[in-house]
């Protein structure tokens, strides 16, 4: 099993809901991720896990909450967002934090409205 | 700090054409270098890696040679396909990165034509 599964899929959610994406892998990797891909741009870092610890978090405002329950799982939570939060939501995962390479999920596209 | 610069696009071939996608870092010490492959309404693949000098990454006719005299890490394939249209993004993870942070380049448009 080589896949970073994330759902949903695609999330319409008004500025006002609380929603979740929710991001899994079975591959033994430790480290986990959190990219924010707006559209002909790369993906940009929100956020490290680091053996379930948060290590990085690159000054993403608050209301954006990420959560790793356990080794395989990696949530982010989502409440009172923005029109301009809309974007392509990326989960990936590495073997560890260390130079080796990242496999990333399909995304959530996620529509503020 | 790193960065990572690729030629700007987009690329437009036709089928069967030679393929080169330009990519050069800035960065200390020898970072591991990658390419990405991001196809329409997907997440992005790893393409293919290296991490050392000359060390040549290869995967799905797609070629990158690592080369640390001139820092760059260009993708190449003899013969491209419909199929190959997507968008590519260079990256790298720099010796004094904490924690796999990647640094990606900004991603170059490729368009075949049959």
């Known amino acids: 099993d080589t896949e970073v599964t994330q759902t949903p899929k695609h999330l319409v959610m008004g500025m006002t809901n609380k929603k979740s994406l929710k991001c899994e892998q079975h591959?033994?990797?430790?480290?986990m991720y959190w990219y924010k891909q707006k559209a002909k741009k790369p993906p940009e870092l929100m956020f490290v896990?680091?053996?379930?610890?948060?290590?990085i978090n690159e000054s993403v405002p608050s209301r954006f909450s990420p959560e790793c329950p356990n080794s395989s799982l990696l949530n982010l939570h989502l409440h009172a967002l923005q029109p301009e939060d809309s974007a392509l939501y990326l989960c990936?995962?590495?073997?560890?934090?260390?130079?080796?390479?990242?496999?990333f999920g399909q995304g959530t596209r996620l529509t503020v409205v | 700090g790193d960065s990572v610069t690729q030629m700007e696009g987009p690329v437009t071939l036709s089928e069967e054409a030679f393929l080169t996608i330009n990519c050069t870092y800035t960065a200390t010490g020898y970072p591991s270098l990658f390419w990405y492959v991001q196809y329409p309404g997907e997440g992005l693949q790893l393409l293919l890696k290296?991490?050392?000098?000359?060390d040549k990454g290869s995967n799905k006719g797609f070629e990158a040679t690592y080369r640390k005299e001139t820092t760059s890490f260009h993708l190449e394939k003899g013969s491209v396909q419909v199929s190959d249209s997507a968008v590519y993004f260079c990256a790298l993870i720099g010796v004094d990165t904490s924690y796999g942070k990647l640094t990606f380049g900004q991603g170059t448009i490729l368009t075949v034509h049959p």
């Open positions: 896990y680091s053996y379930e610890k948060l290590s």
């Open positions: 990936a995962s590495s073997l560890d934090s260390q130079n080796t390479e990242a496999f």
């Open positions: 591959m033994g990797h430790r480290a």
């Open positions: 290296a991490t050392k000098a000359d």
